[in-house]
């Protein structure tokens, strides 16, 4: 990214040069950003085709099976098998389907995953749109995948999709509270809606003094809130225990239902995307984002964008863990959990920050 960001002059003059002084300018512009969104975008949905493959082999090693092990060595082609196999399926629209909104649905799901990677930092000055209401930008675009789940319920004119779609909507409302409070606590402790800001905030403090800059990230002071914008994380992205809108043993597959081909696939990268965006943003608002556990070596020889993946691995891990683990809840007790409890607790805790902040002895706190 920053070969890209450094592009030599002589490009844009011979871009000038071809085009003309304006159109040549903004012509290399375009080209470097579309340069910028590809170099984060390819990686990105390889990391879905392969977040697919390790679901399957960690789930099977906790399980005590062996998970895909035929296509290619050790079983490293499924992903791509898979990937052609949705590829050459037909898509059927169904008779009374609305086609337009059935068609756009899927792109509509998975839009918003992508685009919410703008303002992503990976590293110290490493980030696409590095934009001051980051944060806003983030609970905006996270807000709009539901209407691609809306839209498909919908249009596909069956009882199935419809319900999955009211159950999605209903589950989104009521977790999304709870992640946007969550996040003013945040807010409050690092004083930036800017995410590399509030990365550096965390990496500052009495225990980043010493080496320890772990016991200055935000899991410790917040730890009520990370628990909670994680486990909301989970109900966002409708993964297990909370999967009810694709409740296979009531509803089948819920708004999918009536999708084939590349259309379901689209949803499919939805749903993976936004995992490992949700492991993403518990990784920068609570564990550090780049930044070693430990300031001092060998820690330190890991590169920033290296201490970001690994967290980010563990992180989404914990997704396909709670998979193995857990039986899918109630409907009643998924709401009961959003209103009565973690929207409380979210309440509870901005006040107490809010008073701590004003003592002397908020010495986690590192924007202080």
Same mark, same amino acid.
């Given at each position: 990214?920053e070969?890209?960001?450094?592009?030599p002059q002589?490009? $844009?003059?011979l871009s000038?040069g071809w /085009?003309?002084?304006?159109? &040549?300018?903004?012509?290399f512009?375009?080209?470097?950003?579309?340069l910028?969104?590809?170099s984060?975008?390819?990686p990105?949905?390889i990391?879905?085709?392969y977040?697919?493959l390790?679901?399957r082999?960690?789930i099977?090693?906790?399980?005590?099976?062996?998970?895909?092990?035929?296509?290619?060595?050790l079983g490293?082609?499924q =992903?791509?098998a898979? &990937?052609?196999?949705?590829?050459?399926?037909?898509i059927?629209v169904p008779? &009374?389907a609305n086609?337009?909104?059935?068609i756009i649905?899927p *792109?509509?799901a %998975?839009? =918003?995953a %992508?685009?919410?990677?703008?303002?992503? #930092?990976?590293?110290p000055?490493?980030?696409?749109?590095?934009i001051n209401a980051?944060?806003?930008?983030l609970?905006?675009?996270?807000s709009?995948g539901? !209407?691609?789940? *809306?839209?498909?319920?919908?249009?596909?004119?069956s009882k199935?999709a419809?319900?999955?779609a009211?159950?999605s909507?209903a589950?989104?409302?009521a !977790?999304e509270?709870?992640m946007g409070?969550?996040l003013?606590v945040?807010?409050?402790v690092?004083?930036? $809606?800017?995410?590399?800001?509030?990365?550096?905030?965390?990496?500052r403090?009495?225990?980043?003094?010493?080496g320890?800059? +772990?016991?200055?990230?935000?899991?410790l002071?917040? +730890? #009520?809130m $990370?628990?909670? !914008?994680?486990?909301?994380?989970?109900?966002?992205?409708?993964?297990?225990?909370?999967d009810v809108v694709?409740g296979? @043993?009531?509803i089948?597959?819920g708004?999918m239902?009536e999708? @084939?081909?590349?259309? /379901?696939?689209l949803?499919?990268?939805?749903?993976y995307?936004?995992?490992i965006?949700?492991a993403?943003?518990?990784?920068i608002?609570?564990?550090?984002g780049?930044?070693?556990?430990?300031d001092f070596?060998?820690?330190?020889? *890991?590169? =920033?964008i290296?201490?970001?993946?690994?967290?980010?691995?563990?992180?989404v891990?914990?997704?396909?863990w709670?998979?193995?683990?857990?039986p899918?809840?109630?409907y009643d007790?998924?709401m009961?959990?959003g209103?009565?409890?973690?929207i409380?607790?979210?309440?509870?805790? *901005?006040?107490?920050?809010?008073?701590?902040?004003?003592? #002397?002895?908020n010495?986690?706190?590192g924007?202080?």
């Amino acid at each position: 990214m920053e070969f890209i960001n450094s592009l030599p002059q002589w490009a $844009l003059e011979l871009s000038r040069g071809w /085009f003309g002084p304006a159109w &040549g300018g903004y012509l290399f512009t375009t080209f470097k950003t579309l340069l910028l969104i590809v170099s984060v975008v390819a990686p990105l949905l390889i990391g879905v085709a392969y977040l697919t493959l390790w679901e399957r082999k960690l789930i099977g090693w906790m399980q005590i099976r062996i998970g895909p092990n035929r296509v290619g060595p050790l079983g490293l082609l499924q =992903p791509i098998a898979d &990937g052609l196999k949705l590829f050459v399926k037909e898509i059927i629209v169904p008779t &009374g389907a609305n086609r337009v909104l059935f068609i756009i649905a899927p *792109i509509t799901a %998975l839009a =918003p995953a %992508l685009a919410a990677w703008a303002v992503i #930092p990976f590293a110290p000055e490493v980030v696409l749109a590095d934009i001051n209401a980051g944060l806003l930008y983030l609970l905006a675009m996270t807000s709009l995948g539901i !209407y691609g789940v *809306i839209v498909a319920g919908w249009a596909s004119n069956s009882k199935y999709a419809f319900l999955g779609a009211m159950r999605s909507a209903a589950q989104i409302v009521a !977790y999304e509270i709870a992640m946007g409070f969550a996040l003013v606590v945040v807010l409050m402790v690092s004083g930036s $809606l800017n995410l590399s800001d509030i990365v550096n905030a965390q990496n500052r403090g009495v225990f980043a003094g010493t080496g320890l800059n +772990f016991l200055s990230w935000n899991w410790l002071p917040l +730890f #009520p809130m $990370l628990l909670v !914008y994680f486990i909301s994380g989970v109900a966002e992205t409708n993964r297990s225990p909370f999967d009810v809108v694709e409740g296979e @043993s009531e509803i089948i597959a819920g708004h999918m239902i009536e999708y @084939s081909g590349m259309a /379901f696939a689209l949803f499919f990268m939805a749903e993976y995307a936004n995992m490992i965006l949700i492991a993403t943003l518990t990784t920068i608002l609570f564990f550090g984002g780049w930044a070693s556990p430990f300031d001092f070596a060998p820690f330190t020889w *890991i590169p =920033p964008i290296g201490w970001l993946l690994i967290k980010m691995f563990f992180v989404v891990s914990m997704f396909l863990w709670f998979r193995a683990t857990f039986p899918r809840y109630r409907y009643d007790q998924i709401m009961r959990l959003g209103w009565k409890v973690f929207i409380p607790l979210t309440l509870v805790w *901005i006040a107490f920050i809010g008073i701590w902040m004003q003592t #002397p002895f908020n010495v986690f706190l590192g924007a202080q």
